[in-house]
């Protein structure tokens, strides 16, 4: 097996700078990162702010689904900036701590939808869902399904991690009926309904709901904007 970790004493940010060609503000924001521990894939960087930074700045409402030691939310805050609503969900009792040092942290499980309800109303709504929590098949479904209705029109959902997709002990595998990709195909089939005419579509309370799919290694981003039907025309 192929060993993925970075070596500790290398250089972070030159191998994500050579590898990847990025070397935007946030690459300084996680490699230079002080206090609480944050731990992300490489190529991760890039891929963020590609799709998060047209939300700095801003009064963006960004619900991350998984606190673990709390530098995630601290890296948010500092690339999001002091105007974002941050809130951080985890199932551990012990993240309590860190409510209140980067954002709001409450204590739930993702894939309760009365608890999910709750953090959004709490938080005034939802612009941005980064779920980087159980990686566990069932728990990803049932966390899209609760709170991609209630995303913001041109809002942005991302599911990370998803090589565990893969993985039998988070529920999934290469040919495994639970492997959330094939979740991304049905959705994929869902969008393309106009042409192919099948009437009953595999997720009919989010179909009508996106109207792009990016896929990354390990990354789907999701886009939220209510669908129209496709039109064309020519003009000469």
Do not use: P
């Given at each position: 097996m192929r060993k993925f970790r970075f070596s500790e004493d290398g250089d972070v940010a030159e191998d994500i700078r050579d590898r990847y060609g990025y070397d935007g503000e946030l690459l300084d924001i996680y490699a230079g990162n002080e206090?609480?521990?944050v731990h992300k894939w490489h190529h991760y960087l890039p891929i963020y702010d590609r799709y998060f930074e047209r939300y700095r700045g801003t009064s963006v409402k960004f619900l991350?689904?998984?606190?673990?030691?709390?530098?995630s939310l601290q890296m948010w805050r500092r690339y999001l900036g002091e105007k974002a609503t941050l809130c951080g969900i985890d199932i551990n009792p012990k993240c309590a701590e860190f409510d209140g040092q980067s954002g709001m942290v409450r204590i739930g499980s993702q894939d309760d939808p009365?608890?999910?309800a709750?953090?959004?109303?709490?938080?005034g709504g939802v612009d941005v869902v980064l779920d980087d929590g159980s990686h566990r098949m069932h728990h990803i479904e049932k966390s899209l399904r609760v709170l991609f209705p209630m995303l913001s029109d041109g809002g942005t959902y991302m599911i990370e991690d998803l090589h565990t997709s893969y993985y039998e002990r988070y529920g999934g595998g290469l040919r495994a009926p639970g492997n959330f990709f094939n979740t991304v195909r049905n959705m994929i089939d869902d969008m393309h309904s106009w042409y192919h005419g099948k009437r009953r579509l595999a997720l009919p309370e989010l179909a009508r709901e996106f109207n792009g799919l990016?896929?990354?290694?390990s990354i789907v981003v999701i886009d939220k904007a209510r669908v129209q039907r496709p039109t064309h025309s020519r003009v000469q």
């Open positions: 206090g609480v521990g991350e689904i998984g606190v673990n030691n709390g530098g009365a608890f999910l709750d953090v959004v109303k709490e938080m990016h896929i990354h290694d």
